[in-house]
């Protein structure tokens, strides 16, 4: 079955403790995305892969960090988290062609007190 | 930068029709996405325009005019289970990575 997983689905954790959240895909998609959705916000984007070691900065980067060192992973990693970063992410990989749809993770939540 | 426009919220009542608009503006417009989004879910796939028109498929609807910046997700014969957000997702700066509206939250009543 053709999917997006990631890990773990709920998380709370405490401020200033280092976190990983896990993307993994089997659909061998080049494009992998992070966004964060906030209440009266919408899906706003993290950071973006376009491919293998090729990472980029979306709209709100700050305080978090990715790698993609494998097609299939793209982690999403809190070096020092704090409540701001309370949210809830979703990871997305797709094509990069015209009309080639993203599909979505099921979504992490993320609490930090 | 893209500029997306939704409403915020819509409410129509089971069986009825709703119209949920969506204007944008972008330079180097590629196509439109529309994603439905229940509460709490990963957003998924509803549509895709990139010619001018209208796509139908099956109750739902995505209408495109590029020249005017606009679409319009129409659903027909509402059921309670379309109680969710619709998201505009234009493709645009020359980019096929599309770039998501705040979503517009469509509440069905009986």
């Known amino acids: 079955e053709a999917q997006v997983t990631q890990n773990p689905r709920y998380l709370i954790t405490v401020t200033g403790k280092k976190l990983t959240v896990t993307c993994s895909q089997n659909?061998?998609?080049?494009?992998m995305s992070w966004y964060r959705q906030d209440p009266g916000l919408g899906l706003r984007q993290i950071y973006y892969s376009m491919n293998v070691e090729v990472t980029d900065k979306g709209d709100v980067p700050e305080g978090y960090k990715v790698s993609r060192k494998e097609k299939r992973n793209f982690p999403l990693i809190l070096e020092s988290p704090s409540p701001n970063q309370t949210s809830l992410y979703f990871c997305?990989?797709?094509?990069?062609?015209?009309?080639?749809?993203?599909?979505f993770g099921p979504g992490t939540r993320l609490l930090v007190l | 930068g893209q500029n997306i426009d939704q409403p915020t919220e819509m409410t129509a009542t089971e069986g009825a029709i709703v119209q949920i608009n969506c204007t944008y503006q972008?330079?180097?417009?590629?196509?439109l996405f529309w994603y439905q989004q229940h509460a709490g879910e990963a957003p998924t796939f509803l549509s895709y325009?990139?010619?001018?028109g209208l796509e139908e498929k099956g109750r739902f609807s995505s209408f495109l005019s590029r020249s005017k910046g606009y679409s319009y997700l129409l659903l027909k014969e509402l059921q309670m289970k379309d109680s969710a957000s619709y998201l505009c997702?234009?493709?645009?700066?020359?980019?096929?990575?599309?770039?998501f509206g705040r979503g517009t939250s469509l509440i069905v009543h009986p």
């Open positions: 659909m061998n998609h080049e494009y």
């Open positions: 325009n990139v010619l001018d």
């Open positions: 972008t330079s180097g417009f590629n196509g």
């Open positions: 997702a234009p493709q645009g700066g020359g980019s096929y990575i599309p770039t």
């Open positions: 997305a990989s797709g094509g990069t062609g015209g009309g080639e749809t993203q599909y």
